[in-house]
């Protein structure tokens, strides 16, 4: 058996405790060492409060997994890189696409693997949807992601700030399914950005881009949704109609049920981190941080109703 990657994972919040911890566990790649987070614990290992302190004391330990919000990831991962590890970063890699860009070419020059991570990439319909449209016309794509941002970012204030996205923390997941199912570079023609009267990042968000051979995408990203919750992408092709739902987790071709199982995103995610570490390679693709940077440069303001949690 290959020998377990001691890992150490920093950010004890909600996305560390629903799956980065139970996917560790349930793997076999890595041995989760140490949790490095101002006020979370993880019980059973050893735990750090401050980043700094943790990479000076610990740099038997392999890899590091930032499940931090997007502000502060450009700095650790950066720290991170130097210190010699081996860095996963949860999604958005970073707030800017200069701090991306500047990620990656640090952690080429220093011979270390950095996994730049899509997770809605892993969702069980998006690879078998990728293979069924290669090489088939492209006529229209339809994206609607709505969900209730009470019920998915309980408490979070940082979401809410420059540098958190608003419903492009969402929302970006479905552009990383886009631009991983779609041949080509997506462009961004136009958007309409709406920005509660007492909130600094978008609540909701529509998107006209188009493929790089002309065919027109609309996206439609809403934090308001209460009830059922909608994360659906539609391809029109010159014959049939490709639907992706549950944000990737269902595949339909014409209506008809292509693929369905229990959600591997997060044990996908540390698979591909344990063969890029062994294989000395990083997987950087900043596509769908583009596109929310190009919605921002070209979007219309719009201010709508207060929104209080
Ligand atoms: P979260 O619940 O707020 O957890 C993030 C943790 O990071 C916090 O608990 C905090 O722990 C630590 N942290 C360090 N510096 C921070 C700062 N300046 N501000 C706030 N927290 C800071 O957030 P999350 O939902 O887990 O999201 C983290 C990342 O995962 C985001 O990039 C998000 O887009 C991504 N993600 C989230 C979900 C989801 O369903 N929530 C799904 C997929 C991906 P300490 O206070 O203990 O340091």
């Not at 016309?137 to 992601?145: G, P, Y």
């Amino acid at each position: 058996m290959t020998d377990r990657i001691s890992l150490a994972l920093v950010g004890i919040g909600k996305i560390a405790r629903d799956q980065h911890i139970p996917s560790v566990a349930a793997g076999a790649d890595f041995d989760l060492k140490a949790a490095v987070s101002r006020h979370g614990k993880v019980e059973g290992i050893e735990n750090h409060e401050d980043f700094d302190a943790f990479l000076a004391s610990r740099p038997a330990i392999r890899a590091v997994s930032l499940c931090t919000p997007p502000e502060v990831r450009f700095d650790m991962a950066r720290k991170a890189i130097a210190a010699g590890h081996d860095v996963l970063m949860e999604k958005p890699p970073a707030t800017t696409l200069g701090e991306a860009e500047a990620l990656a070419e640090l952690a080429a020059k220093a011979g270390v693997t950095l996994f730049a991570t899509w997770h809605s990439r892993f969702a069980l319909g998006v690879e078998p949807a990728k293979t069924w449209l290669a090489g088939r016309a492209i006529r229209s794509i339809s994206i609607v992601w709505k969900e209730d941002v009470r019920r998915w970012h309980p408490g979070q204030a940082w979401i809410w700030e420059p540098g958190g996205f608003g419903v492009f923390d969402p929302g970006i997941n479905a552009l990383s399914i886009l631009t991983a199912i779609v041949p080509g570079r997506i462009l961004v023609e136009n958007a309409r950005l709406s920005f509660p009267a007492n909130r600094r990042q978008p609540i909701a968000a529509e998107i006209a881009m188009r493929t790089f051979s002309g065919a027109p995408i609309v996206a439609e990203f809403d934090w308001r949704q209460e009830g059922p919750q909608t994360w659906d992408i539609t391809v029109q092709t010159d014959q049939s109609t490709l639907r992706l739902s549950s944000g990737g987790a269902e595949l339909f071709i014409d209506g008809i049920e292509k693929s369905a199982g229990p959600d591997r995103e997060y044990a996908g995610i540390y698979e591909r981190f344990a063969t890029l570490i062994r294989a000395r390679e990083s997987d950087v693709d900043f596509q769908p941080l583009r596109l929310v940077a190009d919605a921002f440069l070209c979007g219309e303001r719009l201010e709508v109703e207060a929104f209080e949690d």
